[in-house]
């Protein structure tokens, strides 16, 4: 089992930054798609923020010109830096990695760190 390893999470006011991490394993090959999803309380799982293999990037509307999405590759690492946090930001961000071999997909999920943002 690949197990990733998240840090960053933390109380903010709002209007403040937090800068999520997650790597994954050194050895781990052929990662696509890496993300981050965050869940509130009471409500879904949902996307924040994806980054491809290519570098194409996705945000929730909710997030953009807000946060940003990166990756180091040669680390197997994303990274979230998130900016102007709202209340309503706060969750458990969870990040995501995906990866393809042959036929066969995979999908590993960090453990989760909290996000409180307070107003």
């Known amino acids: 089992q690949v197990q990733l390893v998240e840090s960053g999470g933390g109380s903010v006011q709002a209007g403040g930054s937090l800068r999520l991490s997650c790597a994954a394993p050194?050895?781990?090959?052929?990662?696509?798609?890496m993300g981050w999803y965050r869940q509130a309380p009471g409500k879904q799982r949902e996307l924040v923020a994806i980054?491809?293999?290519?570098?194409?990037?996705n945000y929730a509307d909710s997030v953009k010109d807000r946060f940003t999405i990166s990756r180091d590759n040669a680390k197997n690492t994303v990274f979230l830096q998130m900016n102007s946090l709202k209340p309503e930001d706060t969750a458990v961000y969870y990040c995501?990695?995906?990866?393809?071999?042959?036929?066969?997909?995979?999908?590993?999920w960090g453990q989760g760190t909290q996000v409180t943002v307070s107003s």
């Open positions: 980054i491809t293999s290519e570098g194409r990037l």
């Open positions: 995501n990695i995906k990866r393809h071999l042959g036929s066969t997909s995979y999908d590993y």
């Open positions: 050194r050895n781990i090959f052929s990662i696509d798609d």
